[in-house]
């Protein structure tokens, strides 16, 4: 099976160029799940869309959603295709998948940080890089649950200056993203994916790469 599967990435590399595949190769030097974001609740299609996006340039791999109220839907006018790249993780069948989600993640050694302005939150410019954490972002309008808020790790907060309280869900997650990030990369921390997952990752997106590529697997096995 592994023969099959290293004969058909190379059947299907011929419908991609050169110049493609070595863009998904140095993507995939950036592309890290040290960090990994989780959207609860986000009912906002175009707030849920932004933070892909950011997600997808500041090279998160892994995305978690939990619909507990709500069904989160991305507009691909806004995400800019930036989901066909990432890692989707799902929670939506249990009684609470808030629980779910965040049990998986500390099942894989993930701290829970929260994300709210609350006094006594962690400041961003004083977080700590170096453990492997989730980002929780809640609802628009109320922020995190209170689960997520009893179950974290770490309370995070971007420090704010003016009158306002707080900033959209989508700012909020790409100036978390883009500080910590710039961080991880300039720290000697173990962030990058492991070769199996680099070339996991780079045959998913070969294949998403080629239009009608089902019809083309069928040739290849027949």
Known sequence: ??????????YLEGF???????????ILEDRTRHFTVVLEDIYHQHNASAVIRSCEIFGIQDVHVIENKY?????KNITKGS????????????TNNTSA???SLKSKGYQIIATSPHNNSC??????????????????????????IN???????????GFTESLNISVATAIVLENLTYKLRNSSIAWNLTDKEKENLYAQWVEKSIKNV?????????
Not at 16 to 24: A, D, G, I, S
Not at 124 to 135: E, G, M, N, R, V
Request: glycine letters at 4%.
């Open 83 to 94: 989901q066909k790249w990432l890692s989707f993780n799902n929670y939506k069948n249990d």
């Open 16 to 26: 991609v160029t050169e110049k493609r595949k070595n863009l998904f190769r140095k």
């Open 101 to 103: 989600c965040l049990n």
């Open 71 to 75: 069904m989160s839907n991305v507009s």
């Open 214 to 222: 089902g019809k083309i697997k069928e040739r290849f096995f027949n």
């Open 123 to 148: 400041n961003l410019h004083d977080f700590d890089i170096t453990k492997k954490s989730a980002f929780v972002f809640g609802v628009e309008k109320t922020g995190v649950s209170n689960e997520v």
């Open 1 to 10: 099976m592994l023969d099959d599967n290293t004969n058909l990435l190379t």
């Open 151 to 161: 179950n974290a790790d770490e309370i995070l907060k971007i420090p704010m200056v």
